[in-house]
């Protein structure tokens, strides 16, 4: 008999969306999804970080009540599915969620639950802020110049899944027709795959970051794509966000040219620079010239991969938060894989999980909670007491366990 699912915890209220925004109580139920491999570790030692800073915080008037959301192998274990229906409605029932690292399966099995959460909940931004936290080992000179946010489309590209197996019927037929109808010539052994994109995808992805840099107090935005190959997608990718802004935002956004034309290279103040870069030129510009750049928007894959580039500038993906953000739902979680051979094992870093909790509080509110988590973080990375992954970069370290190393950032926020 397949086990009754998880109900909310008692004694907290729903966060809700009304027309003038989110309301948050002050006693929230926050949807947790631990994930596969070490995600119950990485969640047990994040768990109590966020008490202590939300205690620290508020002293008690306030308290965030965790609903654990069975998704990934407990969920198969329990239900025989990676994700139910249960889950997904749950997740909208919470509104708000943290998540550890879901498994996937390469080259065959079920698709990618955390891309199947992206579209099925609409979560269209994935939001990957890089900034160097001091005394971490980093591979760059200076990495303390890297302070980036990366917008990136999360529900189209390749990551739409439009794809057909080499030598199954549907690929021969599409590439019969590609060569038949609009003389294109495939290789008829090859599997294929499209990738759409669309000026309401990338218009609203464009919007999103517009908003995030106004109020973050940001002034370059930059439109990352390979336009100059792929024009009718992501070359349209760079003239639709243009496009966005000139109709949306004509009093704040100024484009490259016009500065440098108008304005003798100087950004007038008030104004949010927009440019654009092909995205192989963005990989150098991120290592050469990162104090330039502070919002980028990519399409899909290219957002993938610079996301993952960018990190590993400050310390890599145990250092490297993340979200999933629609105009309901957010999905905040940690970056990196599920690391199955050290499961259970008390070893990896949490801190990915650590800081996309303090942009899940960012992002409800509670800011003091998310102050204190970063500051709490940091404190304890300069005082060298960190897990293996950064110990072994560093001289004179103290090597911890996942665990202890939660423990140690509560202390740090008690102290602060």
């Not at 959301?69 to 997740?91: F, N, R, V, W």
């Not at 107090?217 to 390979?226: A, D, F, G, Q």
């Amino acid at each position: 008999m397949k086990q009754a699912f998880v109900t909310p915890p008692e004694g907290g209220r729903w966060i809700t969306i009304s027309p003038q925004g989110m309301m948050v109580p002050e006693n929230p139920i926050i949807g947790v999804i631990e994930g596969d491999g070490v995600g119950p570790d990485i969640w047990h030692a994040s768990k109590i970080v966020f008490d202590a800073a939300v205690e620290k915080a508020y002293g008690g008037s306030r308290k965030t009540l965790w609903w654990p959301i069975p998704a990934g192998e407990k969920s198969y274990d329990l239900y025989g599915e990676h994700i139910t229906q249960q889950a997904m409605e749950a997740i909208q029932e919470a509104l708000i969620v943290i998540k550890g690292p879901l498994t996937t399966p390469v080259g065959s099995g079920f698709r990618s639950i955390n891309v199947t959460l992206r579209q099925k909940l609409d979560l269209y931004a994935c939001v990957r802020p890089v900034k160097y936290i001091a005394g971490t080992p980093a591979p760059v000179t200076h990495p303390e110049y890297m302070d980036m946010v990366i917008f990136r489309e999360n529900t189209e590209d390749v990551y739409a899944g439009i794809e057909w197996k080499a030598g199954s019927n549907d690929a021969i037929k599409l590439i019969t027709f590609l060569r038949d109808g609009m003389s294109v010539t495939v290789d008829t052994s090859s599997g294929i795959g499209l990738k759409p994109i669309s000026p309401r995808a990338t218009k609203r992805l464009v919007r999103k970051a517009i908003k995030f840099a106004r109020a973050n107090n940001r002034k370059r935005i930059t439109l990352v794509h390979k336009g100059n190959i792929m024009k009718f997608t992501e070359g349209a990718f760079r003239d639709w966000g243009y496009e966005l802004a000139r109709e949306e935002y004509p009093d704040l956004v100024i484009t490259e040219a016009e500065v440098q034309e108008e304005h003798g290279g100087n950004l007038p103040p008030g104004k949010i620079l927009m440019n654009d870069r092909i995205a192989d030129s963005m990989f150098q510009q991120a290592l050469l010239r990162p104090r330039e750049y502070e919002v980028l928007c990519c399409p899909n894959l290219n957002g993938d991969y610079i996301s993952d580039a960018l990190a590993a500038q400050v310390g890599g993906l145990g250092m490297a938060p993340g979200a999933n953000i629609g105009d309901g739902c957010a999905i905040f979680e940690a970056t990196h894989g599920s690391a199955p051979k050290y499961a259970g094992l008390d070893k990896v870093n949490p801190g990915s999980m650590i800081l996309s909790g303090a942009m899940l509080f960012d992002h409800i509110g509670w800011l003091e909670v998310a102050d204190f988590i970063r500051g709490g973080l940091a404190a304890t990375v300069q005082s060298k007491t960190v897990t293996y992954d950064l110990a072994r970069q560093m001289t004179d370290a103290n090597e911890v366990s996942c665990s202890a190393f939660g423990r140690a950032v509560a202390e740090k926020i008690r102290s602060l």
